[in-house]
């Protein structure tokens, strides 16, 4: 018998709501197995939220491959209670929003919410799409990582990451634009093997051959590294003084 015979086999209901089946009657340890394989997904798992004309704000997971990756958890509320932790320790998760108003960090405070807190622990991996921005050290894109550096500390056991689009005004009409990866838990780490990554793809390369925009656009990351580096020994210097916010945490990385 397969196992999705098992699942759905015609039998009565038990008081937990699931069917006093031949899959009932198996191991938990087996049953981990088969939501494990019945669930884990072989890519990220898209979340989006919609914002509607009633101001009802939906999401929606999916992935390229299954439109609905998360559909066994509403078979019953025992396989529910079951596999719920094991969707969410086994997948990655990345966040958009099709609503521009939603701020990208309410998306994921909202999906952890709705899932609860044992679901949440449970989860390893998110990475969150922050939108398009002309520069590396955009002010807006400065706030938005900022946002979720201070998150990432909250939830430490999610490895955050960061994902931007970088294209610059004179260049979105010719879509030329560079994707920018960043781990939440070290900015400046990952500032620096971006620049590093950048340095070593240009010197590779005929000097002849390489437009000034790729020039830039190893400064900028240079200059945000240098950034992060700086906010980081300040607010060290503003938490022991016991005040201080971002803007003034901006104005000192950038000495005015």
Same mark, same amino acid.
């Given at each position: 018998?397969?196992?999705?015979?098992?699942?759905?086999?015609?039998?009565?209901?038990?008081?937990?709501?699931?069917?006093?089946?031949?899959?009932?009657?198996?191991?938990?340890?087996?049953?981990?197995?088969?939501?494990?394989?019945?669930?884990?997904?072989?890519?990220?798992?898209?979340?989006?939220?919609?914002?509607?004309?009633?101001?009802?704000?939906?999401?929606?997971?999916?992935?390229?491959?299954?439109?609905?990756?998360?559909?066994?958890?509403?078979?019953?509320?025992?396989?529910?209670?079951?596999?719920?932790?094991?969707?969410?320790?086994?997948?990655?998760?990345?966040?958009?929003?099709?609503?521009?108003?939603?701020?990208?960090?309410?998306?994921?405070?909202?999906?952890?919410?709705?899932?609860?807190?044992?679901?949440?622990? /449970?989860?390893? !991996?998110?990475?969150?799409?922050?939108? %398009?921005?002309?520069?590396?050290? &955009? *002010?807006?894109?400065?706030?938005? @990582?900022?946002?979720?550096?201070?998150?990432?500390?909250?939830?430490?056991?999610?490895?955050?990451?960061?994902?931007?689009?970088?294209?610059?005004?004179?260049?979105?009409?010719?879509?030329?634009?560079?994707?920018?990866?960043?781990?939440c838990g070290d900015v400046v780490a990952s500032f620096q093997r971006l620049a590093l990554e950048k340095g070593a793809e240009l010197r590779s390369q005929e000097v /002849?051959?390489? !437009?000034?925009?790729?020039?830039?656009? %190893?400064?900028?990351?240079?200059? &945000? *590294?240098?950034?992060?580096?700086? @906010?980081?020994?300040?607010?060290?210097?503003?938490?022991?003084?016991?005040?201080?916010?971002?803007?003034?945490?901006?104005?000192?990385?950038?000495?005015?």
């Open positions: 018998m397969s196992i999705q015979s098992m699942m759905n086999s015609k039998t009565s209901l038990t008081k937990n709501g699931m069917a006093d089946s031949l899959f009932s009657s198996l191991m938990p340890q087996t049953r981990n197995l088969i939501y494990k394989f019945a669930l884990q997904q072989p890519e990220p798992i898209t979340v989006r939220w919609y914002e509607h004309e009633d101001d009802q704000r939906t999401s929606v997971a999916s992935t390229s491959v299954d439109k609905y990756p998360t559909a066994l958890t509403e078979t019953c509320k025992l396989i529910r209670n079951e596999c719920g932790t094991i969707l969410y320790a086994t997948n990655q998760f990345q966040f958009d929003s099709r609503t521009d108003s939603l701020p990208k960090l309410d998306i994921v405070k909202r999906f952890l919410a709705i899932i609860g807190r044992s679901n949440s622990r /449970a989860m390893r !991996s998110i990475t969150i799409e922050v939108g %398009l921005y002309p520069s590396v050290t &955009a *002010h807006f894109l400065m706030h938005a @990582l900022q946002d979720l550096v201070q998150f990432s500390g909250v939830e430490s056991h999610i490895k955050f990451n960061c994902r931007a689009i970088i294209c610059p005004d004179r260049l979105a009409a010719h879509g030329v634009y560079y994707r920018l990866v960043l781990d /002849a051959l390489v !437009s000034p925009q790729h020039w830039q656009l %190893l400064q900028e990351l240079k200059d &945000a *590294h240098k950034m992060w580096v700086t @906010l980081g020994e300040t607010a060290n210097t503003v938490q022991t003084a016991g005040n201080g916010d971002y803007e003034e945490l901006c104005e000192a990385a950038n000495g005015t």
